[in-house]
């Protein structure tokens, strides 16, 4: 089982940057591709960024193609997502997911383990 922690969510002007942080419990945390996803007042939780359990291979959500960017480092249990020129769109409740399979994946129900969320707000 792996618990999931997010942190570094906050208040940004549109255009400004964040980092958002999970931290996973446990020793098995590089037998987890990981994801990113986020839920904005009244929508679906959607995908944003999601990595295989190695780094190796990542994938992205159109809206934030070349804006973010998500990485890991298995040694210290954690996945990162660096968010640049940040968007009032961007606005949502954002979530870490550990599914225990090699490969990434893009949709909510490939994802067992989940965090409570960080809220990120972005205004113009």
């Known amino acids: 089982q792996v618990q999931l922690i997010e942190s570094g969510g906050g208040l940004v002007q549109a255009g400004g940057s964040l980092r958002l942080v999970c931290a996973a419990s446990?020793?098995?945390?590089?037998?987890?591709?990981m994801g990113w996803f986020r839920q904005a007042p009244g929508k679906e939780r959607e995908f944003v960024a999601t990595?295989?359990?190695?780094?190796?291979?990542?994938s992205y959500a159109d809206s934030v193609k070349g804006r973010f960017t998500i990485s890991r480092v298995n040694a210290k249990n954690t996945v990162y997502l660096q968010m640049n020129s940040l968007k009032p769109e961007d606005t949502a409740n954002y979530y870490c997911?550990?599914?225990?399979?090699?490969?990434?994946?893009?949709?909510?129900?490939?994802?067992?383990?989940w965090g409570q969320g960080t809220q990120v707000t972005v205004y113009s």
């Open positions: 446990g020793r098995t945390f590089s037998r987890y591709a």
């Open positions: 997911a550990a599914r225990g399979f090699r490969v990434e994946a893009k949709t909510v129900n490939d994802y067992t383990y």
């Open positions: 990595i295989r359990r190695d780094g190796a291979i990542t």
